[in-house]
T-cell receptor, first 115, second 115 residues
Framework: NAGVMQNPRHLVRRRGQEARLRCSPMKGHSHVYWYRQLPEEGLKFMVYLQKENIIDESGMPKERFSAEFPKEGPSILRIQQVVRGDSAAYFC?????????????FGPGTRLTVL | DQQVKQNSPSLSVQEGRISILNCDYTNSMFDYFLWYKKYPAEGPTFLISISSIKDKNEDGRFTVFLNKSAKHLSLHIVPSQPGDSAVYFCAASARMGASYGKLTFGQGTILTVHP
């Protein structure tokens, strides 16, 4: 029973390039959450998606960041025109029913480095 | 606005003794609390959770205590083992309102268990 998968594990981009981070939830899970961890900080919520719907994007920066969870395929977090401040670990989590008492299981993360 | 706080950045404990990690929260809408453990370069791993209708939940060596009036929870690990050395995050979610569905994390406490 595979857990949450994320790829790539490490991503290096130059300023101004685009970064695409992928997340495949656990089998049977239809709710996906993205979190960002900046150096020396805790995880911060970014966006909550269900298949083909964005439920809550209150943690997403207003510009350059977007997320999707299509009917088929993984969830994608897209960062356009990356800047050095985007360097962080990006974690995806999934849950089965989306209830607040539903445990969120995390993937291994994608470490983004912007040169 | 740090709604979940872990005021101890680090804790050092001798193997076999009890580790007590603390967490305070300010949002009275939080009603479900979780502890995650995180090793470097990995994603958070779920440890144990507690609903606000309980004041204690136990799972093997891990026990979580919730004091709703004080808005405080703690994780007890007994006996502590060197393999428990990791960063521990407290997280909270709400059954309604702006915090529904998403987890709000504390800053983390680095636990070191010495042999």
């Amino acid at each position: 029973n595979a857990g949450v998968m994320q790829n790539p594990r490490h991503l290096v981009r130059r300023r101004g390039q685009e970064a695409r981070l992928r997340c495949s939830p656990m089998k049977g899970h239809s709710h996906v959450y993205w979190y960002r961890q900046l150096p020396e900080e805790g995880l911060k919520f970014m966006v909550y998606l269900q298949k083909e719907n964005i439920i809550d994007e209150s943690g997403m920066p207003k510009e350059r960041f977007s997320a999707e969870f299509p009917k088929e395929g993984p969830s994608i977090l897209r960062i356009q025109q990356v800047v050095r401040g985007d360097s962080a670990a990006y974690f995806c989590a999934s849950s089965k029913d989306g209830l607040n008492t539903d445990t969120q299981y995390f993937g291994p993360g994608t470490r983004l480095t912007v040169l | 606005d740090q709604q979940v706080k872990q005021n101890s950045p680090s804790l050092s404990v001798q193997e076999g003794r009890i580790s007590i990690l603390n967490c305070d929260y300010t949002n009275s809408m939080f009603d479900y609390f979780l502890w995650y453990k995180k090793y470097p370069a990995e994603g958070p791993t779920f440890l144990i959770s507690i609903s606000s209708i309980k004041d204690k939940n136990e799972d093997g060596r891990f026990t979580v205590f919730l004091n709703k009036s004080a808005k405080h929870l703690s994780l007890h690990i007994v006996p502590s083992q060197p393999g428990d050395s990791a960063v521990y995050f407290c997280a909270a979610s709400a059954r309604m309102g702006a915090s529904y569905g998403k987890l709000t994390f504390g800053q983390g406490t680095i636990l070191t268990v010495h042999p």
